[in-house]
């Protein structure tokens, strides 16, 4: 190929020039198509690296932003974490106090009401029978306030630890209707169980104080016709009823009425005393349990309450029950020979003085030791009521093993307390000890007392 710069002899013809300048135009446009190229790969690069930069920042941004929300969110844990423990230890606290406060004041309240039983039944149909009666009246009700609030705390607390047994119903009805049966011949109220047969798988204590609360509201509630408890056979299940002719609960009310403090508005009467915690302990109790518990109404003819519990085998349930009290009225206790053991001297001389006017021949002490030493020859006792806290570390169930020992036999015992731990009931039965709470009605004494002393006849004749 000829160079740009061969000369001929008379030079290049327009045509080559032509030729030329179009080969120059072309290899200038190839030239500036790969710079153009080349500029536009720098741009495009330039521009990633400043789209990279600017996402650096808002990722370094948001990091920094997720840093600082961490943060917060671990002091707030912090801090949450230190007022759920401040408000773990409240509640400890709170409960310790109400068990302790609990127990000191229903010590003098026992001793109260065992005064009151002795003042009224001292004076027959005196006036001042009247004011002991209402004395006593007013007693109860610090009682039933008392362990409310005790019941309330426990439960809130979760010291409260089901202990789930066989429990027969008929039994369990007999006793609760011997309990409420003086409240509602007082109101001219019927009071009404059925026989069942039947039983199931609970926690007697809880079991019975959820019915004794819905038999009690009953009966406050419900100014003629009366009250009606029974079971019924529900598949694998029982349902226990407790049926009333009150004026019945709205609509508006079948919620709020488990609250603590409220009563109902159909209700709603200056006549009617309480403070409203009957409910909400049985709704907390029966949730404890895992029990559904059922309400049906209507206003102006009357409520039934219902609980549903597993059932049981009827015969395991009787051999694991205690038997129910009853009165065995034909024996009486003029004469028994009674061992009283009780720390608190308040206590002990109400005691003495109810006793006495049960006419029992008693032996008292505020120990174990005193007891022994007051013992006469020849005086075989016949029953034992031990306080279950006693001094320099000793209780009831020790006194009442000495005392067997001593004996030569087993005499029937009663531990009275004001503590509600299932352990001391469950060693009050291991012993054969019947086990009264705190404070005690004297009508319950009483006829556990007679059961305890015909029950030993009855042996002793066989």
Known sequence: ?????????????????????????????????????????QANAYSLFQTAITLESQVRLRTEELTNALARLERTNDELSTARDASERASRFKTRFFTAVGHDLLQPLHAARLSAS??????????????????????TTIEE???????????????????????????????????????????NLSLTWWHS????????????????????????YTEAGGILLLARRRGANVRIEVWDTGPGIGEADRETIFEEFQRGAATDRPAIGGFGLGLSIVQRMAEALGHPLDLCSRVGHGTRFSVTAPRADADEAATAATAAIVNASGLGLSGAKVAVIDNDPGVLDAMQTLLRRWDCDIRSARSLEGLLRTDADGFRLDIILADYHLDEGCNGLDAVRALRIEEGCAVPAIIITADRAPSIADAARQLDCELLLKPVKPAELRALMLHLLARAAQQNAD
């Open 118 to 139: 002795a003042l009224a039944e001292a004076n027959g149909n005196n006036p001042q029978r009247v004011i002991a009666e209402r004395i006593e009246h007013a007693l």
């Open 145 to 187: 306030l008392l362990k409310s609030i005790l019941d309330i705390s426990k439960l809130e607390a979760g010291v409260v630890t089901p202990t789930p047994r066989p429990v027969a119903l008929d039994e369990l009805f007999a006793s609760l209707a011997l309990d409420i049966d003086p409240q509602a011949r007082a109101k």
């Open 1 to 41: 190929m000829d160079s740009l710069f061969d000369l001929h002899p008379l030079g290049p013809s327009p045509q080559d020039l032509e030729r030329r300048i179009l080969k120059l135009q072309k290899i200038n446009a190839a030239l500036m198509h790969r710079v153009e190229r080349s500029m536009d790969q």
């Open 197 to 220: 047969g039947l039983a199931v798988i609970s926690d007697p204590l809880m079991l019975r104080r959820i019915l004794q609360n819905l038999m009690a509201n009953a009966v406050q």
